[in-house]
């Protein structure tokens, strides 16, 4: 399917973005330069900009068009079904530790298809509320092809247009399907230093995989979350027949 010409523009304005010629706080080009350099009109051009506010790459100001965000958001992990974007559900977040390569757990090699022993890649983040207090711990493990095939994601910063962008860019491969697996356990030790509770503690735990259009897998995130922050809510039609 073709690419359109607003999608086409976002992608242009987060590669750029991607490549630091505009950073944190910096304004993009007007509405008006992206009509004039891509011929378009202005609900074109405005309309590559709302996706870019929906990935939470961007915000708006009265006046002066949209500037890069100075504090990238991140959602826990899960819930990323169609119709859904970036900022849905986001928070402010933190990076912990360094990415490294590392043996995952055996639920997550499982997750991801991968031999006993083999390496994936390592990162973690904690989402924060509005108090600045961890909301949720998330390890995201990346299997070692797509790992090799992304050099960004062994650098410790964020990255600004969030790490599936950035995979699909580099790889051409993108999310197509993916599966939440939620249990409820206690945190581990190092959980309950990152969340800042004490143990015991019941955490809700989400195990999100997500695959390419091939059926490979991109990405495992394990998101811990205490239960009293945890909340989930389904909205759905109801089967009126009984």
């Known amino acids: 399917m073709p690419?359109?010409?607003?999608?086409?523009i976002a992608e242009s304005l987060r590669?750029?973005?991607?490549?630091?010629?505009?950073?944190?706080g910096a304004l993009l080009p007007s509405s008006?330069?992206?009509?004039?350099?891509?011929?378009?009109s202005r609900a074109t051009a405005?309309?590559?900009?709302?996706?870019?506010?929906?990935?939470?790459?961007?915000?708006?100001?009265?006046?002066?068009?949209?500037?890069?965000?100075?504090?990238?958001?991140?959602?826990?992990?899960g819930n990323r079904g169609a119709g859904t974007s970036r900022i849905q559900g986001s928070m402010p977040f933190k990076r912990i530790?360094?990415?490294?390569?590392?043996?995952?757990?055996?639920?997550?090699a499982d997750a991801l298809g991968l031999e006993p022993g083999v390496?994936?890649?390592?990162?973690a983040?904690?989402?924060?509320?509005?108090?600045?207090?961890?909301?949720?711990?998330?390890t995201a493990w990346f299997p070692p092809d797509v790992a090799e095939a992304c050099p960004r994601l062994h650098q410790g910063g964020p990255i600004a247009e969030g790490t599936t962008h950035y995979v699909?860019?580099?790889?051409?491969?993108?999310?197509?399907?993916?599966?939440?697996?939620?249990?409820?356990?206690?945190?581990?030790?190092?959980?309950?230093?990152?969340?800042?509770?004490?143990?015991?503690?019941?955490?809700?735990?989400?195990?999100?995989?997500?695959?390419?259009?091939?059926g490979n897998p991109l990405v495992c995130e394990e998101g811990v979350t205490p239960s009293g922050l945890w909340e989930r809510t389904d909205n759905y039609v109801m089967n009126q027949r009984g």
């Open 168 to 214: 699909r860019r580099t790889t051409g491969r993108s999310p197509v399907q993916g599966v939440d697996v939620t249990s409820v356990r206690l945190a581990t030790s190092g959980e309950a230093e990152h969340l800042q509770v004490k143990r015991p503690c019941a955490v809700a735990v989400v195990l999100h995989t997500a695959f390419d259009q091939d």
């Open 46 to 77: 405005m309309k590559a900009m709302d996706v870019l506010k929906d990935d939470g790459l961007v915000i708006p100001h009265q006046g002066r068009g949209f500037s890069v965000v100075e504090t990238p958001v991140a959602r826990p992990a």
């Open 3 to 8: 690419t359109l010409k607003y999608e086409q």
């Open 15 to 24: 590669r750029r973005v991607a490549d630091g010629e505009f950073g944190p």
């Open 97 to 108: 530790g360094t990415p490294e390569m590392l043996i995952p757990p055996s639920h997550i």
């Open 119 to 123: 390496k994936g890649l390592h990162r």
């Open 125 to 138: 983040r904690l989402t924060l509320v509005d108090d600045n207090q961890p909301h949720s711990y998330t």
């Open 32 to 40: 008006r330069d992206l009509c004039e350099q891509w011929g378009v």
